[in-house]
């Protein structure tokens, strides 16, 4: 038997390793349970994936004695992807966590927005569960290439199909990769994305907010309009001779709103709203 711990993310909806639970699910082996985040974010594929299989899903930090119980019932295997808590060591057969960048390069919650601009460090890593966040022995690791237009929603996308691969080739041998593992020596950390990190400036150049879309536009951009606060998901941006001061509205209509900005225009589309604050 299987323990799937918190199948879910830090991003936007919360279902980016959703595809290791449907792979674990297709091949037969038998979810004991199932720990989200507890977190107001939809995790909607999680959540119907469990309802459709009677998996019990918590959002609540599991308890060593919870933990320990899973054992007794049967469970070999915990598995954490994208979880807020830190699991307790347990003497369970196989503890591993899957996270989104090379390790030792890139330990933190949030790695993906940085791997933008760090290309190199790209790639799925299986590691052994530790008492500490993201620094276990490193038991498998998947290499993923970017293109030169790369996004937060593309890469999202990539780590999404490679992690059931990864998960895949450790399961095709688990108890050689497993024993293999070898101890991470050094390692970076990489912070949580800074709220302020997102915010849109008019001013900014259009490479700038660019780089800015590439890394936040799936988490969504803060801009003031106005008065108010809104996050947009969908940007896009054309190079052009100024025709006024940055922050003039340049052109509205019903779905589009296009915006100065020092070299170019800022193209939004409101669908992609969503108000924050007045």
Request: hydrophobic letters at 40%.
């Amino acid at each position: 038997p299987l323990y799937s711990s918190a199948a879910s993310d830090v991003y936007k909806r919360q279902n980016l390793f959703s595809s290791c639970l449907k792979y674990l699910l297709a091949q037969g082996h038998e979810i004991l349970r199932v720990y989200k985040n507890n977190s107001a974010r939809n995790s909607s594929i999680i959540d119907s994936v469990c309802a459709d299989n009677c998996i019990p899903l918590h959002s609540h930090k599991p308890s060593e004695s919870e933990l320990n119980q899973l054992i007794t019932l049967g469970a070999e295997m915990f598995i954490v992807a994208e979880y807020s808590y830190l699991l307790p060591v347990t003497k369970v057969k196989y503890a591993i966590n899957i996270h989104p960048t090379l390790l030792p390069e890139g330990r933190g919650p949030t790695p993906l927005p940085f791997l933008i601009t760090q290309p190199k460090f790209s790639g799925i890593t299986l590691h052994k569960i530790a008492e500490k966040f993201d620094c276990g022995d490193i038991i498998l690791q998947s290499q993923l290439s970017q293109s030169a237009n790369e996004t937060l929603t593309t890469l999202m996308i990539k780590v999404h199909l490679e992690s059931v691969n990864l998960l895949q080739r450790f399961f095709d041998n688990i108890e050689h990769y497993y024993n293999a593992a070898r101890p991470q020596i050094n390692h970076s950390y990489w912070p949580r994305t800074d709220v302020a990190e997102r915010i849109l400036d008019f001013k900014m150049s259009i490479n700038d907010i660019d780089q800015k879309v590439k890394r936040f536009g799936h988490m969504g951009l803060l801009i003031k309009l106005d008065k108010d606060l809104w996050a947009a998901t969908h940007i896009e941006l054309a190079a052009y001779k100024p025709t006024a001061q940055p922050g003039h509205v340049a052109f509205e209509d019903d779905s589009l709103l296009a915006v100065n900005a020092a070299d170019g225009i800022v193209c939004i589309h409101k669908s992609s709203l969503a108000l924050l604050s007045t």
